[in-house]
């Protein structure tokens, strides 16, 4: 699953420890989750979205909707 | 600021186990050398270290259910790596014992060896993950 939480905590200023402890997960975590290599929960995923004020929608999309963006 | 605090008592928690470990190897070997004792004591007495290994057993299980969802995931693929390890080295002793004079393992080291080599890949899997990151 591709995600936005990189350019997300960027705008913000955010390290990943930051944003992990503000989740109350470890930095491997957020930096798994921010690689694409762990799929979260959707607790997690919900708080992610909440940091941001955002929805999961608008931070989380697939891989099949992340290479159609990309082609466009 | 919580997290941490944990870590902090399960480290704690976790040495204080080992140090009884160790303080009961000690009186083990000291009582089984010195004093006459009756073969059930004797027993007791050689069994007593495992209990604060059982003791660290919960503790750690109380930390794991305390970790995220990823920390939980990387702690399940080390002990799988563990579990393979340990599964195939016996495997292969085992059969070559089966055609070849093998020396004798001591089945006592096998408990701290899995503890000991699970927290080495833990430890290697999360320095892989941070590797990856930079």
Redesign the interface.
Known sequence: MQNRIKVLRAEKNWSQQMLA?NI???R??V???E?G??D??LQ?AFDIANQFNQRIEEIFFPEVQAITERSE | M??SKQDVLFVKLFLTAMVIFLILIAVQTFTLELIVLPIWLKVVVTLMPVLPLIWAFFIFRARYRA?????K??TGEAFLWTLGMLCFSSFIYGMLAMKFPMPPVELALVTPIVFGSHGLIVQLL?WK??A??N
């Not at chain 2, 970790?67 to 920390?71: A, K, S």
């Open positions: 402890d109350g997960v470890s491997q975590a930096n798994a989750v690689r290599k762990h979260p929960s997690l | 919580e997290r970790f995220d969802e990823y920390m995931a990387l999360i993950d941070n990856e990151s």
